[in-house]
């Protein structure tokens, strides 16, 4: 098809010419010094992201999954109980990876339409009066349902019944998209992807570590050897990492971060709501749903939206990709069919928002289902303009 590809599925993102160029190079020898000052430069850097002075980012050449087991296996053993949420297909496929290392996962049934509620947190950990759980695993994005965990609720939580679990939490789709803090929240680990908000390609996972799941990896967790952290952070003191990392993703790494330094993380969190709030015009324009039914709850990283009943959200998305080279997120796992996911994150502006959300409704419409033509369009572009106006 020609013309631009159209890549709004919730991650993988789109690339920004200046990531590609970047990593348009010859690769370079990892053990040599321009390597190590490549690396040394970075990790402070990509710390500033997570808003961290005391955790430290480890990069494993992996997916945000990769990244997942990293987290668990470095600090949990197999027999150890953690606390987790059926919140959404992440949620649970975090959860599952947990199941796989054999630690023992309570899984606690949620309302996939809001975020999960710190009361049931904190009963939670108050009910557990032997301090059976080791760790507490939440999502903060949600990217199969669009609907953004309260981390900072989940810390108080925590520190209200007075339990010393670790907090680990899932960013993959929320980092470089929505403020997140791992220091003020007292985060102990934190799992990311390149190819999200960080505007890379696919192929690095990524942990920041706090001290306290530094110490408990150096005194326990899993049997491991790829993700074992301990001889990354011991060898990339002098830059360097103990076997070959992905060294041209970590030139776009390099750029990606400057970029969101450029335009500032602030700026980057405002344009994300901003896309996000035009998108969420659309879809009421539309006579849809959105299924987070929690307004302070929603993504400004993905939207997803609820088809209309005996109607099949994969149609729609089949028509957007064949007709228009759009690509929109399917339904995963319990709500495959009944929503789509139009995902407005990372390298993305007002007119590429305006053409995705044109190109849903035609789908929409194509595909029998009753929209207005023109009427999202309209309701994005009238979101833009009613900011421009009030705005200085
Ligand atoms: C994309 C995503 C993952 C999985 O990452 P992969 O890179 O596909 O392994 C995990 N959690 C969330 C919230 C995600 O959005």
Redesign the pocket.
């Known amino acids: 098809m020609p013309g631009r590809p159209f890549l709004q599925i919730?991650?993988p993102t789109n690339v920004p010419d200046r990531v590609l160029r970047a990593m348009d190079r010859s690769v370079i020898d990892h053990r040599a010094p321009e390597f190590a000052s490549l690396v040394k430069g970075l990790l402070p850097d990509l710390a500033r992201v997570f808003k961290t002075e005391h955790g430290r980012p480890i990069v494993f050449p992996a997916?945000?999954?990769?990244?997942?087991e990293a987290a668990l296996v470095n600090t949990l053993a197999p027999g150890d109980r953690v606390l987790a949420f059926d919140n959404g297909h992440?949620a649970d496929?975090?959860a599952k990876v947990a199941a796989d290392h054999k630690i023992f996962v309570d899984l606690l049934p949620t309302d996939w339409h809001r975020p999960v509620p710190g009361k049931m947190v904190e009963e939670a950990l108050r009910d557990d009066t032997e301090m059976g759980y080791r760790a507490v695993l939440l999502?903060?994005?949600?990217?199969s349902t669009g609907v953004r965990n309260d981390v900072a609720a989940v810390r108080a939580a925590i520190d209200a019944a007075g339990h010393d679990a670790l907090l680990i939490v899932?960013t993959?789709?929320?980092l470089g998209c929505m403020d997140f803090r791992f220091d003020q929240w007292r985060v102990d680990v934190a799992?990311t992807?390149s190819?999200?908000g960080l505007m890379l390609p696919?192929g690095l996972?990524i942990v920041c570590v706090g001290p306290r799941a530094l110490a408990a990896s150096e005194r326990g967790g899993s049997p491991r050897s790829f993700f074992d952290w301990r001889a990354i952070v011991r060898d990339n003191e002098a830059g360097f990492f103990p076997y070959t990392p992905a060294t041209l993703l970590l030139f776009g790494l390099r750029e990606a971060l400057d970029m969101l330094a450029e335009e500032g993380l602030d700026e980057v969190f405002a344009r994300h709501r901003r896309l996000a709030d035009a998108v969420r015009a659309a879809v009421r324009a539309w006579d849809l749903d959105i299924w987070c039914k929690d307004a302070d709850a929603y993504s400004h990283s993905l939207t997803a939206v609820v088809m209309p009943p005996d109607t099949d959200s994969d149609v729609v998305i089949r028509r957007a990709r064949e007709r228009f080279g759009l690509a929109l997120g399917t339904g995963l796992s319990k709500v495959k069919g009944k929503l789509f996911r139009i995902g407005h994150l990372g390298w993305l502006n007002e007119l590429e928002v305006l053409a995705t959300v044109a190109g849903t409704e035609l789908a929409l419409a194509e595909s029998g289902v009753t929209v207005r033509l023109g009427s999202g369009a309209k309701a994005a572009e009238s979101a833009f303009l009613a900011r421009e106006t009030v705005s200085p």
Not at 63 to 68: E, H, P
Not at 139 to 143: D, F, I
């Open positions: 919730p991650g997916s945000g999954t990769g990244a997942w992440f496929g975090f999502v903060h994005n949600e990217t899932d993959v789709s929320s799992v992807g190819q999200k696919p996972g």
